[in-house]
């Protein structure tokens, strides 16, 4: 199971006599450095090579705090939750009443979390490279340098100092579309909210 998050706080710094918006690449080291801690909203939905949709759009929303603790709630159409303590990863499906948990790093690696939950180089697993403005957002796009991350790129937009969309394309050529509202950086966190443990009567399944 791919991680299909990648929400990013992307810091966006104006020039003080124009309005030139700082490059993408800025925007994201800065998010990598200066954001600790988020929250919000998220959409998403996914389409074939063809640009037919692949099942039903989903929507809920997020939590994360470096280095490696997140929650990433699938509300609608049906419930998923995936939730990181900073060392074991938990996918909990209640239709399924199974829970699949997992190393966080076997999770994250050279995946698309890794840009949004970790704290190491984004040199060192991926190459960077500034793209087209379009849609009215400044874009960059992440490429892994692992041949085996499960998916080709993904590309990261940002408008006014926020991420509001990302673009992931998997090794089949099928394309993940996530939109992210209400951000809200280093926010205060709850204690406990990455703590996860399964309901009664739920299946637990280890995986290497």
Do not use: C
């Not at 998010?31 to 996914?46: H, L």
């Not at 470096?66 to 939750?81: A, N, T």
């Not at 996918?91 to 999770?107: I, K």
């Not at 340098?145 to 790129?153: C, E, M, P, T, V």
């Amino acid at each position: 199971m791919k991680i299909k998050t990648l929400l990013a706080s992307m810091l966006l710094a104006a020039t003080p006599a124009l309005t030139m918006a700082a490059s993408a690449s800025e925007q994201l080291r800065s998010f990598v450095q200066d954001v600790r801690a988020a929250k919000g909203e998220f959409s998403q939905r996914t389409v074939d090579s063809n640009g037919q949709s692949k099942g039903a759009p989903q929507s809920g929303q997020f939590v994360f705090q470096r280095p490696g603790q997140f929650k990433w709630h699938v509300q609608r159409p049906y419930e998923q939750l995936i939730v990181s303590d900073g060392k074991l990863l938990y996918q909990y499906d209640p239709d399924l009443a199974q829970v699949t948990e997992r190393g966080v790093d076997q999770s994250i690696g050279a995946s698309p979390a890794a840009i949004l939950f970790g704290t190491g180089n984004l040199e060192d697993s991926f190459r960077l490279v500034e793209q087209d403005a379009r849609d009215g957002l400044e874009w960059i796009r992440a490429t892994p340098l692992q041949s085996d991350a499960g998916f080709s790129y993904v590309d990261i937009g940002f408008k006014d100092r926020e991420p509001r969309r990302l673009e992931l394309q998997d090794s089949f050529g099928q394309t993940t579309y996530i939109d992210f509202t209400g951000l809200e950086p280093n926010p205060r966190i709850t204690l406990g909210t990455f703590t996860f443990k399964a309901p009664a009567g739920v299946d637990v399944v280890s995986m290497p």
